[in-house]
């Protein structure tokens, strides 16, 4: 089974939402952008938010100063981002993803795969759909260049395609192979597919085990690919030999790590549970009712780059912000919040769906508010935008 390729990116676009990064300022604009941002991010938050949650950030809005940043200290930044925070996070990925397919081999010599096999391929695919959510911070560069990344993960799946077109190939190609599997649409390949076909299943027959094998070993491959080209391009993908005449590798980094936060409060808190309108799409891993995993996932990584020993130095480096101090206590009592929360988060309570939702706000606003404007960097446009 074919989905017609034009057809199928333009609903992958559609269902995911693209992500708009706007020009990225000089350093000699700095200042007038600091002005400006702080000035547009003053307004009053939306009614029924809670600026309770808000408090801290308000207060501070006015006191940010723009740290001094020479060219050769962020240079030394980008390049340790590049190679102790991106690429490793591929690596992982497509490690995670090789364990799945070896596993797989094992597991599937023979069909029927059920009881321990199957819920040890189970787990395997959870490490891997949490490696892939900590990956996803790097909203930029290869993996989204050519939309590769709704080949990895094809969320929101707001239609239902992946469960009817995974069952569909399955049906029509019982000896798939990784080869075929790369071929065909986005829809069917990928984080999603593999968690419909381990987890909708009880059992999993010949023509399911080849598609979990091929299905991971495609996966790996892409994974792998994207791996390579920041190992050869991370220079140019993040503009590390531009330092002394623009902030556009800077800018571009901190406003990734700002649509992590506003795609997961809309894709993945906000439209799946109804929050603030008629409920659209579903939670992350929501076949295998594990969907407090993926955004821990996401905090994680959120909370190790903003902590950065390096980021914090450059941040420190200015004693009036307490900048990293604020974004570090507000990640931790969000983490601690989402601990508190069932694995399933559509079975919380909704007041603590909208807990966290609102915890996300003020994370979203400390970035907006107080760390962009620390680092004389600019707010690029998002279609996720609105806190």
């Not at 080869?179 to 065909?184: D, K, P, R, T």
């Not at 999603?192 to 027959?205: F, I, K, Q, R, T």
Request: charged share 20%.
């Amino acid at each position: 089974m074919k989905i017609n390729h034009a057809l199928a990116m333009a609903l992958s676009a559609l269902s995911a939402g693209i992500l708009i990064s706007c020009v990225k300022p000089a350093d000699d604009n700095k200042a007038a952008e600091v002005d400006r941002q702080v000035a547009q991010d003053s307004a009053e938050p939306k009614a029924g938010e809670n600026s309770a949650v808000d408090g801290n950030t308000d207060k501070n809005v006015e006191k940010i100063v723009a740290v001094d940043i020479s060219a050769e200290t962020e240079k030394t930044y980008l390049t340790h981002v590049a190679n102790e925070i991106v690429i490793p996070a591929y690596a992982d990925a497509a490690k995670q993803s090789d364990l799945l397919h070896d596993l797989a081999q094992k597991h599937c010599q023979q069909a029927p795969v059920n009881g321990d096999e199957l819920q040890a391929l189970r787990d395997q695919w959870l490490v891997l759909a949490q490696a892939w959510a900590s990956a996803e911070m790097v909203n930029f560069g290869p993996a989204t260049a050519s939309m590769s990344n709704l080949y990895i993960n094809y969320y929101p799946d707001e239609r239902g395609l992946v469960h009817s077109g995974v069952a569909d190939l399955i049906a029509a190609n019982p000896k798939l192979t990784a080869e075929q599997l790369a071929n065909e649409s986005a829809v069917v390949q990928g984080v999603p597919g593999l968690e419909e076909v381990l987890y909708a299943n009880d059992s999993l027959d010949a023509g399911q085990c080849a598609y979990v094998i091929s299905a991971s070993s495609a996966l790996s491959t892409r994974l792998k690919a994207i791996e390579k080209n920041w190992q050869q391009n991370a220079t140019k993908l993040l503009a590390i030999d531009k330092t002394v005449e623009s902030d556009q590798g800077l800018n571009e980094w901190i406003n990734s790590l700002l649509s992590l936060v506003e795609t997961m409060k809309s894709n993945a808190i906000d439209q799946p549970l109804g929050l603030s309108g008629k409920a659209k799409g579903h939670l992350p891993a929501a076949t295998a009712e594990q969907s407090r995993a993926i955004i821990n996932a996401k905090l994680a990584t959120l909370n190790k780059a903003m902590t950065d020993p390096v980021l914090t130095a450059i941040l420190g480096s200015n004693s009036e912000n307490n900048v990293a101090d604020n974004l570090s206590t507000a990640l931790a009592d969000t983490t601690t919040l989402l601990a508190q929360m069932p694995e399933d988060l559509a079975t919380a309570d909704k007041a603590k769906q909208q807990e966290l939702y609102d915890h996300l706000t003020n994370v979203t606003r400390l970035i907006k508010r107080q760390l962009i404007p620390a680092l004389g960097l600019r707010v690029g446009f998002n279609s996720n935008d609105g806190d």
